[in-house]
């Protein structure tokens, strides 16, 4: 069963405008990680923002704020005051603490598109 | 500070040839992950070392991928011999430290293509 779910290939947004990613995981650790990086055209992964599952609070990160909803099991990503250089691949990503290690398991990704 | 560089940036070779990727981490990064992304698809965990000890390489495919970090500095991962289906972007990542919330830092990855 896929543990990390995104389920829009591709999004396009309005330049200056707010927007969500999706992501939903799925695990039964009770210690968690949730990741989400960037890949612009130049092809580095760039490290955004993490949430840990026992976060009280939503974390934030400039623009990037991280909506944690843990009964859902949802990670969104969401954007605010698109950028044209926001244009990229986007990977949420989890890291199950009491049973996978140090591995980081990727969804397949979002490719945001984003307008002037 | 220098980023996680990988080299070589492209390559591509025939079914049957050998390859040998290489990632240069961050000095002073103890973990050195290789990741693998076929496309259109998730990426993947390959192995994961701690200096130079291989700490889990259950994501590695097959006997025909080698992985080695000698002295706990830079990786090798050699495909040997090369199929259709190691096609992808291979990517190697650093990290310093067992802290949780640790990113990685990613290189720039490896396009392979075998034909």
């Known amino acids: 069963a896929q543990k990390i779910t995104q389920t829009q290939p591709g999004m396009f947004v309005q330049e200056k405008e707010a927007v969500t990613l999706d992501c939903t995981y799925d695990t039964s650790d009770p210690s968690y990680g949730l990741f989400w990086y960037k890949q612009p055209s130049s092809g580095e992964m760039i490290f955004l923002i993490y949430?840990?599952?026992?976060?009280?609070q939503n974390a934030t990160e400039g623009r990037y704020s991280l909506n944690f909803q843990k009964a859902r099991k949802s990670a969104n990503l969401v954007i605010s005051a698109s950028q044209l250089g926001d244009s990229a691949m986007y990977f949420c990503?989890?890291?199950?603490?009491?049973?996978?290690?140090?591995?980081?398991?990727f969804g397949a990704g979002t490719r945001l598109f984003v307008k002037a | 500070e220098a980023g996680v560089t990988q080299f070589p940036s492209h390559s591509v070779i025939e079914k049957g040839q050998t390859v040998t990727l290489r990632c240069d981490p961050i000095s002073g990064h103890d973990n050195l992950y290789w990741y693998r992304r076929v496309m259109g698809k998730e990426i993947k965990f390959l192995l994961h070392f701690v200096k130079e000890s291989k700490q889990d390489e259950s994501g590695m495919p097959n006997n025909r991928f080698l992985a080695e970090r000698t002295g706990g500095t830079y990786s090798t991962l050699k495909v040997q011999p090369a199929e259709l289906e190691d096609s992808g972007v291979y990517f190697c990542?650093?990290?310093?430290?067992?802290?949780?919330?640790?990113?990685?830092?990613f290189g720039s990855g490896t396009r392979l293509t075998v034909v």
């Open positions: 990542a650093s990290s310093q430290g067992r802290l949780a919330n640790y990113g990685y830092t």
């Open positions: 990503a989890m890291r199950e603490f009491n049973t996978g290690g140090f591995k980081t398991i």
């Open positions: 949430q840990g599952s026992y976060d009280q």
